[in-house]
């Protein structure tokens, strides 16, 4: 099994600021040992219909503006700032990438020419922007499969492989919500993804919205081999992502976790393990050895 991918999605977590942003881009890779980390790009007025680019925050303690469309502009990077990321993230070791949930997004992050980009779950039905990545971005393609029914799930895989491109697709297996009980996580639709796509995409991961990382581990045992967790420097902060995220002693912890049942997940090289034979000699009971 392949060693797993961790990427750490600092999303809008880093609440519009490029410091903390940057911050958080260190920590990933210093303390965490992360091997991407992940924004989000939006066109807010192509992506929100009018009455709800205008319309309050629904949730108000959480807002960073007037409407939910200021707020959301008061979170986004323009493009020079995300080429700034990238450029940061070189420097400092780890992966780049960006989730695109509109058409010039996709066009714009494509432009940047990053390892890959994210297709999230409110998107994965938005065929011009799929046909956007698969016709003009020539790195790798994943996308989370919340809040999409199996048929869907079949309309997305034929579409890339009538492009040509999903041998380039990696499927996340999710279940969209914030934060999301473990019952509902669900973590035997990466068995179901595997049975049905693994000879039609390149991989199968896991993208979960739950608490802790018991599941994750799971997952990787299942066969989820990227795992994708929202990331933010404090729980308490204002956002919507921010609860169901983990600070950095538990993303540290669930990439070290990881790797130790990598290392765990094979089968004996030989019957007797070098290990295992002078433990013999000294405990284990045999018809032969005891004449």
Not at 37 to 61: G, I, T, W
């Amino acid at each position: 099994m392949k060693p797993p991918k961790v990427i750490a999605e600092i999303g809008c977590n880093h609440k519009g600021d490029m410091k903390i942003a940057k911050e958080m881009i260190s920590i990933a890779k210093a303390f965490c040992q992360a091997d991407f980390v992940k924004f989000q790009k939006r066109n807010n007025k192509e992506l929100l219909p009018a009455d709800q680019y205008n319309a309050p925050h629904p949730v108000p303690s959480n807002s960073y503006g007037d409407t939910y469309g200021a707020h959301r502009e008061y979170l986004e990077f323009s493009v020079d700032q995300h080429k700034e990321l990238m450029e940061y993230c070189d420097e400092t070791g780890i992966g780049y990438s960006t989730s695109v949930w509109d058409v010039t997004s996709a066009r714009e992050m494509a432009s940047l020419q990053p390892e890959f980009l994210k297709v999230p779950s409110a998107s994965n039905l938005h065929f011009e922007m799929l046909g956007v990545l698969c016709d003009e971005f020539e790195g790798k393609i994943q996308l989370s499969l919340g809040m999409t029914t199996q048929k869907e799930e079949e309309e997305i895989v034929q579409f890339f492989e009538k492009k040509g491109r999903n041998k380039d697709l990696l499927l996340y297996a999710c279940t969209s919500g914030y934060p999301v009980p473990a019952e509902q996580s669900a973590l035997l639709e990466i068995t179901r993804l595997k049975q049905k796509f693994d000879d039609r995409v390149e991989a199968i991961g896991f993208s979960g919205h739950h608490l802790g990382i018991a599941l994750d581990i799971a997952a990787y045992t299942l066969g989820a081999e990227w795992i994708e967790r929202h990331y933010t420097l404090d729980r308490t902060w204002k956002g919507t992502d921010h609860a169901a995220s983990l600070e950095p002693d538990g993303l540290r912890k669930l990439v070290r976790d990881l790797h130790v049942v990598a290392d765990g997940l094979n089968y004996k090289s030989e019957e007797l393990l070098p290990i295992e034979i002078e433990t013999r000699r000294k405990l284990k009971w045999t018809a032969t050895e005891s004449v």
